[in-house]
Each structure stands twice: as C-alpha cells, then as structure tokens.
C-alpha cells in the first residue's frame, strides 16, 4: 500500500475522487487536507465528512487549510459546483466534531515522518504552497507528487488561458513550481480531464451498480450536467479530479511529456501554465505534463471500484 495525503477542495469532482482513492487498496489515505477554492475550506471540509461517511471511512482525519489564496481576493467556484460544492444536493451533514484545523502543519509532518507519500493535488495551490514556504525540505522525500491544474493546448476553463486551480490562487501555483522536488510535478491539466465526461449513459449504468453510491453520484451530480448543457452544450459533465488518481492506480491510461512549465501571475495571463516546449529559457524541467488519456481505461478503473461494477 502507498501512502498518500490528498490536499482538495470538494467539490463535485474532488468529491469523486476521494471515493476512487477511498475504495483502491493499493493506496492508504493518511488524511485529506481542505482548502479554499471550488467553495470556503469549513464547506469543503463538510464535504469530504460525507464522504467518507458514505464509504465508512470516518476513521481517516480532515484537516483545514487556507481559507483564502496568497495575494488574490477568494473567488469560489459555487456557479458550478452548487453553494454547498455538492450541486446543491441537501445530502445530510455529518458531525463536524472530528475535524481538525492545520492542514499545513500535518502536511509537513506527515511527509517528514512517512517517506515515500504521494502527495495529491486537486484543488488551489495555497495549502501546498504555505508547507513549502515553512518547511522547504518537505517535500524532499515524496514519492510522486500529483497536480491537477493547469492547461497545455487545451483552453482555459476561467479565462481564455487560465484553469480554475491555477487561475483561484496563481501566486501559490507559480510559487509551487518554482521549486526543486526529487520527483517532477506530474501535471494532470485541462488537455486531459476533459476528455473525461460523465454521459447520462454513464450514469444510467452506475444505476445498476452499488445503489447507494449511484444515489450519491447521481445526486451530486444533476446540478453540474445542467451547468454543463447550460454553458457549454456538453450533454453530461466533464469531471476533471478523478482522472488524477486512476493515473495514479495506472499511469499507462495517459501520456505526456517532460517540459519547464511555469505561472503567470497577473493580468490577462492569470492563472496560465506557461510551458516552455521549444526550450526557449534552457532552464531544467520541472513537469510531466499530461497529454493524451484513455477514457476507456479511466472508466474501466472507476466503476469496477466506485460501483464495484464487476461484483454485480
Ligand atoms: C478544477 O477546478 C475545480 O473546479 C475542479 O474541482 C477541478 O479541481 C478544474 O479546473
Ligand atoms: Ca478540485
């Protein structure tokens, strides 16, 4: 089993992955770390409570992070993901009493005691950001280092160029990648997830699987397809978080490339992963940067463990 801390901010698509990292043995969540980005970390926090309440995983500690980015003002994403982050979904809260503040503190510790963590990255960078900035060294003994954020060829997903985590908080994002890690970040951007949609035919399927999960699913996730037909015509929703921790269970559903990858900060460039392909600034990579993904592979890997398809 490998250790792994998952930094997040649920969220629909957060809250999907927590359920694939929580229903995969070969992983072993030593504690998710909340932080201010798709909705204010206390709602998060909640969040992340049911789920683990759903997959009896009460036992594993939530801790709260930043409550805002760096420099830039807070701007959430409840447009998309609902005021609650769960599309508005009245699933019932769950005692808050276990929740802990300090989620950089345990960051820090966490990784200093256990060599060889994975670390998780599914929402702003601000939490990871504020460890680095205390403690540089870390990070020195991390086994993989995991992000998703960012965009390649891919438009942006809050502005022309930005995605969303970068985008939130691009003072931690730029902050972030400027740094040495023994591992490069490995960057799961907007090229990737979006070629990860979850259909009605999808969700149809998920009927037939685990009732309670489908329920938890198709609840959730209601307000994010009408979002999605809304604005972008997409019949279903694109869910970017999970596709970081089915590449993490098997990195031969995606391909990519090793790259210096860098973050504007300000102006019309907030937010954006620049990547320096053709070597201009001759400074050493940083990033594997994903490209290409099976969405077959990724499905195959979410339902037989989400909705334990294959015990059907
Ligand atoms: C990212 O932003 C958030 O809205 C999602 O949870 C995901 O982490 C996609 O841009
Ligand atoms: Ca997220």
Redesign the pocket.
Known sequence: KKNIIID???????SL?LLLALQSKELNVLGITIVS??VPASIGAQNALKVLQLVNRLDIPVYIGAEKPLKVPFES?QD??GEDGLGNSQIPSVSSASLQENAVFFIKETLHQNPETIVLA???LTNIALALNEDPSCFDQVSRFVV??GNYRSHG??SPVA??????DPDAAKFVFEQEFPVPIEMVG?DV?RKIVLTPTILEYMKHTNKQIYSFIQQISRFYFDYHWEHEKVLGC?I??PLTVAYLLDSSLAQGFNSHVEVATLGLGRGQSIVDDHNFWQLPNNCYLLTEVDPAIFWHIFLTRVCKAEEI
């Open positions: 997040c901010d649920p969220g629909i698509d957060d992955a980005g798709n994403a998309t993901h599914l929402g702003p998703m954020g997903n809050c995605e969303y985590n970068f985008w939130c907007l997830t694109v970017n978080d």
